[in-house]
């Protein structure tokens, strides 16, 4: 007696050994055409599948949106899997969406470098105005003043940050974080204007390359 499933499971299985890389380690599987081979998300599915929210691919750079809960842990995943060894941190900043979605408002981005592979990640992670999300300091210091510069423009909170103090405005600043989308350009209070009964008209003059 035949099997009448085993051409269809012949051919099935056929197709998926044609869909998966033969070395998926490989350095040009970061830059194939199908996102899937991605050596990092494969390694994320297999290891953290209820992590991934999105995969974006854009001109061979690749994002993996992650849950904010699990941020630091696909960071840490990523760092310490030795066939992938996104060791260095290159930067942390955000996003403000305000005007492209409701919610999450922020994505909070890690930019990851692997030097054994020579490739470059972009890690993101969703948070709503007055959520933490799991600071990266525990993995490497470096992302200390990052966070901090973070905080400062966008009022985004970092769970375990060991100093969670602004960067670049003073600690009294009480105008809000700079780079949210519906901050004025001018700040939240009235704007000071000084000598409004006397101006002075704009002069333009040519420069001729000689002093007057």
Known sequence: MTDSNA???????TAVAEALPAD???????????????PALRALRGAMPASIVDVVRFRDETTIHVRREDYREVCRYLRDEPK????????????DMLRMRETPRFDVVALLYSPTNRVRLRIKAGVSDGEQCPSLVPLWNGANWLERETYDMFGIIFEGHPNLRRMLLPDDWDEGHPLRKDYPLRGWREFPVMNTERTVGRVRTRWTGRES
């Open 84 to 95: 992938l060894g996104f060791t260095f941190l290159t930067d942390t900043t955000a996003v």
């Open 7 to 13: 051409p269809a499971t012949a051919a099935t299985e």
């Open 24 to 38: 998926p380690w490989a350095r040009e599987n970061y830059f194939a055409d199908n996102v899937e081979w991605h």
